[in-house]
């Protein structure tokens, strides 16, 4: 990072630069601060920069290397801190914070449709047997639900993303597994639109009404009932009923989990996401796909652990 000092030479101000050496976390930290600090230990850092094929290129002197690019959005990511804290960590200035947040988010988001996948007809037999070993429930593919990830006020059509509890936010849709991945995500509508109007219109819904699933979802009391959505009963009437809504509350509480886990280890989705919507939006999938590529690793383990 340049910066320029002034100096007195024969009555005249010259500035003089001076740089800033910035230090590579990967190069300083060991694994056990890395995730703590990153979410993420080494090996799974240099394999999602290799993935991602990042490039440093710029017109302009003292380029951020690449690697440098992504902690600081992964700092971001599981910090949420202001964007001005995490320069000072890093040494730059918070427009280039900012800037480096919106670029790996893309970047990262670029990989939705590899990392999450909803189940096709082969894979839905075993993922329903999965499913009916938690509560006995047949035939179950996913399990769904919508989360708030609260926004600052935007600029334009304020009142659309005043949710419920008179906040702003995105309503975010989520479809997981029963090993709480992820498997359906969609980010785009404001808080104050009702969860069954984001399915209605989502793909998803539409792949199931012609037919290219054979299982069927869970849902909530804000879903409506339909030949692959079940939901529960409002007001049971008989023990058969009541029996019914105990199960399906038991498995409805794997999204509700994951919700959870999705929110505690990416503190920027706990708090309050200080862009406008769009770029909110594109953090939220970028999350969703390192919550997915996380799976499996040390480091759900010891937040397991922990929990």
Request: charged content about 25%; overall charge negative; hydrophobic content about 35%.
């Amino acid at each position: 990072m340049a910066e320029f000092m002034l100096i007195d030479n024969e009555n005249e101000r010259i500035p003089k630069r001076v740089f800033r050496d910035r230090e590579n976390p990967l190069d300083t930290l060991n694994d056990e601060q890395l995730i703590l600090l990153y979410k993420f230990d080494r090996q799974s850092i240099y394999d999602l920069s290799e993935r991602l094929q990042l490039d440093h290129s710029t017109n302009r002197s003292c380029a951020l290397p690449a690697a440098l690019q992504l902690m600081i959005a992964l700092r971001f990511y599981a910090t949420g801190s202001f964007q001005a804290v995490i320069g000072d960590v890093f040494h730059v200035h918070k427009s280039t914070v900012c800037r480096v947040i919106h670029r790996i988010s893309n970047a990262i988001a670029g990989l939705l449709n590899t990392v999450v996948k909803f189940p096709s007809k082969p894979e839905e037999d075993e993922i329903a047997t999965n499913f009916f070993n938690v509560a006995s429930l047949p035939r179950v593919c996913g399990v769904i639900d919508g989360t708030h990830i609260r926004i600052q006020a935007p600029v334009q059509h304020e009142d659309q993303f005043i949710n419920r509890k008179n906040q702003y936010s995105i309503n975010v849709q989520l479809v997981c597994n029963h090993e709480n991945k992820i498997t359906n995500v969609v980010a785009q509508w404001p808080g104050s639109t009702h969860d069954a109007r984001i399915l209605d219109e989502s793909i998803l819904a539409r792949e199931f009404e012609e037919g290219r699933h054979k299982g069927i979802l869970l849902g909530d009391s804000g879903y409506p009932c339909r030949s692959w959505l079940m939901t529960p009963f409002r007001n049971p009437a008989n023990s058969s009923q009541e029996s019914y809504n105990f199960s399906l509350c038991k498995t409805q509480a794997i999204i509700e989990r994951v919700n959870g886990q999705l929110k505690r280890r990416f503190h920027c989705l706990h708090g309050e996401l200080r862009v406008d919507p769009g770029r909110a939006c594109r953090i939220i999938l970028a999350c969703v796909v390192l919550f997915n590529l996380s799976k499996g690793s040390e480091v759900e383990e010891d937040e397991q652990q922990e929990n």
